[in-house]
């Protein structure tokens, strides 16, 4: 019954570790764990931290991560282990854990996207000038510059970090010490708790915070959104490095030979994204039909629980990917403007030439971008601004970035452990802690 549990979720012991620490300390300062038990108690967890709970694997016999955890504290901590049940469900200690692993998940997700969104904007400003015809059915539509197309990417890339921003606020709350649903009778400090887990504040309502099934779907739909925009980058990219069409070639790295026909470049990194994105929309099915029923039901929690965490894994990595093929690719310059001398894309500006009374001459492939000046147009001038608008969204403040967050975790996860420490030597010189 929780095997396929212990093998999706077994993340949690190391947060579950971070949770247990700062619920102990909180309810000692709060002087409903006493002082001996406390110590003996943070003693056994930084004894477990960052270590396996047993020997063993987890036992799908012995019960989820939760119960497995407790199991393995209990054999060291005999007489202080049941002190972490104080005021605490287990549905509190591990949406706290899982909360603690997706906050970290998300602003690596943000973080891929803005490199690869990058990434992507400093191909274009390479080939701002690089004419080739574009596409609608697959079909020529008008003359247009690689560097045209390319930004065509990287503002939906800048949507989706926007939401995965929002997501990333609601994941930087705290959803502990709320009990089982409605608070507890105990003198449970949630602001406290917050704190020395790093969040930035508590989830308010106290049964929300142990569903806030909303709060995962959008995280679900931000992530499919990512992949879904790089996913159409990679179909356009398979179609053009065929031979048929010769826009660009894949760098060696990103492609793998047939094993029994030697002429081709198989661009597998293409194939890979497009995998990732097409599993992604799948689970995110599955994570919102999981939300349609009764409210309170713990097989909704442990799906995100089991679901989330994996997909944006697996996502982040497909987006550093894509970013790092994009950095590589080769466009075929040449192939890309003989395309347009040879296709039918100046009609339009042919038949827009007529229609005002200019001159009969064919129009050049260049001459036709120049004329693309509305704002968001090809030519030149809007193409330096939006260039230029990317810029400064990508690169940002420095404390807003997903890095910079990052960092500001692990010191809020240390200075946890350095506290504990503190409290079992026995010395501490912060006069809000026991």
Known sequence: MYKRELERTGYLQHYLGLADMAHVVMMMEGGVIPEQDGKELLGTLLELYDKPILDEPLDPVCGDVYKNRESGIGHIAIG???????????????????????????????????VTGWQIGAKAQEHQDTVMPDYTYLQQAQPTTLGHYLLGFVYPVRRIVGQLRQVHFYHNR??????????SRLPVNRERLA?????????????????????????????????????RLANDLQ????????????????????????????????????????????QLVSLCTAGLGNTGQPDTRVLCQE???????????????MGEVVEGVKPQIANMKQAVINGDSKATDIADGDLMGESKDIPTCAEIIATR???????????????????YSFSGAAGESPC?????????????????QGIVEGGNDDQSTV
């Open 174 to 183: 705290c959803p502990g010490g709320i009990g089982s649903v409605n608070g």
């Open 239 to 282: 179609v053009w490095c065929s031979q048929e069409f010769g826009f660009v070639r894949l760098a060696d790295e990103h492609c793998r030979a047939s094993v029994i026909m030697p002429n081709k470049r198989n661009p597998y990194a293409l194939t890979y994204v497009r995998k990732v994105a097409n599993e992604a929309v799948g």
């Open 80 to 114: 202080s282990v049941g002190w972490l049940k104080a005021g605490r469900a287990r549905r509190d200690a591990t949406v706290v854990a899982y909360t603690l692993h997706m906050r970290k998940l998300i602003l690596e997700l943000t973080d891929a996207l803005l």
């Open 373 to 391: 000046t509305q704002v968001g147009g090809a030519a030149p001038g809007p193409m330096e601004k939006m260039l230029d608008d990317c810029y």
């Open 307 to 321: 679901l989330l965490p994996a997909m944006v894994q697996e996502a982040t990595g497909a987006v550093r990917l």
């Open 195 to 231: 704190e020395l887990l790093g969040f930035n504040g508590v989830v308010t309502h106290t049964r929300d915070a142990m569903w806030q099934h909303d709060i995962a779907v959008h995280a679900g739909l931000a992530t499919v959104a990512g992949l879904m925009t790089l996913s």
């Open 404 to 420: 910079y967050r990052l960092r500001e975790i692990d010191d809020s996860e240390r200075e946890l452990v350095k506290l504990v």
